[in-house]
């Protein structure tokens, strides 16, 4: 079983940034795709961005595409989300996700796509 442990976040006035982490342990099956999803208050979890398990590609929704970045360290088991010029609009609690096994081609958007969760991790973005 994998836990992930999320870090960061927090309060920041439109146009600053951000950075969350999402450190994992446990056993996985290899091969993990991260992903970070956002749920603001009223609304449906939404993804946000999507790295494959050997770093080498990243997918984004149009939404932050340009502001947010993704990365990972496999040597710290650490996925990391920059987040620059935010906006009053990405104002969630974010969850980062994991998948094992899943080639690097190959993009999950969805919730029900990912089977580990992070505990989630609010920011919010003053006007």
């Known amino acids: 079983q994998v836990q992930l442990v999320q870090s960061g976040g927090g309060l920041v006035q439109a146009g600053g940034s951000l950075r969350l982490s999402c450190a994992a342990s446990?056993?996985?099956?290899?091969?993990?795709?991260m992903g970070w999803f956002r749920q603001a208050p009223g609304k449906e979890r939404e993804f946000v961005a999507q790295i494959a398990w050997s770093g080498g590609s990243a997918f984004y929704a149009d939404s932050v595409k340009g502001r947010f970045t993704i990365s990972r360290d496999n040597t710290k088991n650490t996925v990391y989300l920059q987040m620059n010029s935010l906006k009053p609009e990405d104002t969630a609690v974010y969850y980062c996700?994991?998948?094992?096994?899943?080639?690097?081609?190959?993009?999950?958007?969805?919730?029900?796509?990912?089977?580990?969760w992070g505990q989630g991790t609010q920011v919010t973005v003053s006007s």
């Open positions: 446990g056993h996985s099956a290899g091969r993990t795709s």
């Open positions: 996700a994991g998948r094992s096994q899943n080639p690097d081609i190959v993009v999950l958007t969805t919730p029900q796509e990912y089977e580990y």
